[in-house]
């Protein structure tokens, strides 16, 4: 019996092994398909090796003590291309710094699947299209800044479902339409201590109406 016992312990501890190897090079895969995606023009991202048991010993990739990325640093690197939608299989992924490249294209809904996700910094891009609403599922996030990119269309109403936000910032892009309420009230109702949506081409009136609110800004307001 007691060698049964001994048998079947030894076999789950390998299959959680094996599971843990599986999901770190699924990861990998990912993020190898995205610097395929890229253009690199500076090298940063040679030591991105697919040949490699998991991305945990790459440049610019932290994991967590089960091998999973939690956090991938790119800012100013030089890169440029697009974001692919299988970011968002990153499921243990907190921060996403890809801010002051060159990134173009829209932002993949997929990355609103991020569920432990606590920083997102895309800004300083040159991305279309428009902010995804998928991003109000992701309830960690403290961090959301997408200013200076190309981004249209209105602010997602989502986004007010977003109450652990410490800064939001959509500055200096192409959006219009007003402020959702809903974001709006995270002055009231979170922890918001940033929100700046100037430089677009929104209508409407915002006052700061809270004095822990450091900027509320809108100077493009018609």
């Known amino acids: 019996m007691a060698a049964q016992t001994g048998a079947a312990l030894l076999l789950t501890s390998l299959l959680i092994t094996l599971a843990t190897i599986a999901s770190s090079n699924t990861e990998g895969d990912i993020l190898y398909a995205q610097r395929q995606a890229w253009n690199d023009p500076n090298g940063v991202l040679q030591s991105w090796d697919p040949t490699l048991v998991d991305p945990c010993f790459w440049f610019h990739v932290c994991c967590n003590g089960d091998k999973s990325v939690t956090?991938?640093?790119?800012?100013?690197?030089?890169?440029?291309?697009?974001?692919?939608?299988?970011?968002?299989?990153?499921?243990?992924?907190?921060?996403?710094?890809?801010?002051?490249?060159?990134?173009?294209?829209?932002?993949?809904?997929?990355?609103?699947?991020?569920?432990?996700?606590?920083?997102?910094?895309?800004?300083?891009?040159?991305?279309?299209?428009?902010?995804?609403?998928?991003?109000g599922n992701i309830g960690t996030l403290c961090f959301l800044r997408v200013h200076r990119n190309r981004l249209a269309g209105g602010i997602p109403a989502s986004l007010g479902r977003l109450t652990k936000l410490l800064r939001l910032e959509l500055?200096?892009?192409?959006?219009?339409?007003?402020?959702?309420?809903?974001?709006?009230?995270?002055?009231?109702?979170?922890?918001?201590?940033?929100?700046?949506?100037?430089?677009?081409?929104l209508t409407g009136t915002i006052r700061s109406s809270k004095q822990r609110v450091a900027t509320i800004i809108q100077d493009t307001l018609k």
């Not at 500055?171 to 002055?187: A, D, F, I, Y």
């Not at 109702?189 to 430089?199: A, E, F, I, M, P």
């Open 171 to 201: 500055q200096e892009n192409m959006l219009t339409g007003t402020v959702p309420l809903e974001v709006l009230s995270l002055v009231f109702v979170g922890d918001l201590t940033k929100l700046n949506v100037s430089k677009n081409s």
């Open 71 to 135: 956090r991938v640093d790119l800012g100013n690197a030089g890169i440029s291309g697009p974001l692919i939608p299988e970011l968002g299989q990153l499921k243990n992924l907190r921060y996403l710094e890809l801010y002051e490249n060159k990134l173009s294209g829209p932002i993949p809904a997929t990355l609103g699947n991020l569920r432990r996700l606590v920083s997102l910094d895309l800004y300083s891009n040159h991305l279309t299209g428009i902010i995804p609403a998928s991003l």
